[in-house]
């Protein structure tokens, strides 16, 4: 029997998808598993896959097209059977004596205000449809978009375009004259003021993330660790080990995080409605920095895997999140959080918690610092982390256990190989 394939929900608040290139077309054969189209959601471009092998029958929606999370995208069945019953009915089917139901609605395009219209106003570009990548190099490059032709799906400006236009001409140098005292040291140019389209990854974050901080009650608890030890581990092991395998600090502390969070699963869950959830898998989510904002990758069962594994899953999903091509799995079922920025010489910061998630776990730079120990003043390497808790769920106490019983699996972290 053919199978209607529905526009998939990834995550928990995602209300549509735009479908932005189909892989197959109708008539070509396909096998469960394979890649039948990229669809755009607030986070990411995600590859969806078919759920069932046959044949595409019919592609039920255009490239371009924004469709809502549950609704028929495409029918796979066999090569001569009849599909006609599982079409989707149109508004033209469904109007009775020249009259259209009063249950049928046309799809609309959200109505754009007029204030909207006038903020945006100043900046065509902002307009057009452009992929992020694409804007931010016309703006790097000082290129008018309005000038250009877009060859994606609906005339979407992408980043071959941009590149078009900058082989074919030569982008604008601003000249400076000199004066009688030679050449400025440094080029002031002055920049006209402009309006930016946030883009759906950043408009969802600044959902997300508006309704955590005023709806979850936050809780913080800051520790500090000793690094000596863990470092030289992982220095040890990194020694057999082919450098696109080596293992990084932040791979050694979601082990670490995972382990600890069994011995506390009351920050492993989730509070919905007047009862807390807490999962019985620990999954927990890495937050990987990407163009135009921040993603949530999530390593599965990471209490159970060694730690190469786990560092190997983490690259592969970091690479194609940043390369924009996340798989459905590697952004589902995240239970807790770990954000690192000690790549960035961070000391120290306190993260906002992924609803619905109870916790986040904030990690800064690992550095050598003056450090007391027994009266004697020296020095030693020192990283600070930071949890941030759904007050609703926990308590100031649980969180400060939780950060010491994290310190026997970052400070000795032969706990983590065994």
């Known amino acids: 029997m053919a199978e209607t394939i529905s526009m998939p929900k990834l995550g928990f608040d995602m209300r549509e998808g735009v479908l ?4 197959k077309n109708e008539g070509e054969q396909i096998n469960k598993g394979d890649v039948l189209a990229e669809i755009e959601t607030d ?6 896959e078919s759920s069932a092998s046959g044949v595409v029958r019919k592609l039920l929606a255009n490239q371009g097209d924004v469709v809502p999370v549950g609704a028929a995208i495409a029918i796979v069945g066999s090569a001569d059977e009849k599909i006609s019953d599982q079409l989707p009915v149109t508004s033209e089917q469904k109007t009775e004596g020249g009259k259209q ?3 049928v609605a046309p799809p609309q395009t959200p109505p754009v205000t007029a ?11 902002s307009m057009l449809k452009a992929s992020p990548l694409a804007k931010k190099m016309a703006r790097d490059a000082q290129v008018d978009l309005s000038h250009i032709q877009g060859t994606g799906p609906g005339g979407r400006i992408v980043r071959k375009d941009i590149e078009a236009a900058l082989s074919s001409k030569q982008s604008p140098v601003s000249s400076v004259q000199s004066t009688v005292f030679g050449p400025p040291s440094a080029v002031i140019v002055s920049h006209e003021d402009e309006f930016i389209a946030p883009t759906r990854l950043r ?6 993330m508006t309704e955590s901080k005023q709806t979850v009650p936050h809780f913080y608890v800051t520790h500090e660790y000793k690094m000596e030890a863990l470092l030289d581990l992982r220095k040890q092991v990194n020694a057999y080990l082919p450098d696109d395998q080596k293992i990084s600090v932040n791979d050694f502390i979601l082990k670490a995080v995972a382990l600890t969070l069994r011995e506390f699963p009351n920050l492993n869950s989730a509070l919905q409605g007047d009862k807390v959830l807490r999962h019985g ?3 927990i989510g890495v937050a990987v920095a990407v163009e135009g904002g921040l993603l949530t990758v999530v390593c599965k069962d990471t209490d159970q895997k060694p730690l190469r594994q786990i560092s190997m899953e983490v690259k592969a999903m970091a690479a194609r999140a940043r390369s924009g091509k996340v798989h459905p799995n590697d952004i589902e079922g995240s239970t807790f959080s770990v954000s690192n920025l000690g790549m960035f010489d961070v000391e120290n910061f306190a993260a906002i918690i992924n609803p619905p998630e109870a916790g986040i776990l904030a990690v800064g730079s690992a550095r050598e610092v003056p450090v007391a120990e027994n009266g004697e003043l020296k020095v030693g390497w020192r990283m600070k982390a930071t949890i941030s808790v759904d007050h609703r769920v926990s308590d100031g106490a649980e969180g400060a256990q939780f950060m010491q019983a994290l310190a026997k699996y970052i400070e000795e972290p032969l706990r983590l190989l065994v």
């Open 101 to 103: 139901k009063a249950d």
């Open 203 to 208: 408009q969802a974050i600044a959902r997300r």
């Open 20 to 23: 932005v290139r189909w892989v």
């Open 115 to 125: 204030s909207a219209t006038q903020a945006v106003a100043p900046s065509q570009s």
């Open 281 to 283: 898998a620990v999954n």
């Open 43 to 48: 986070k990411a471009t995600v590859e969806v």
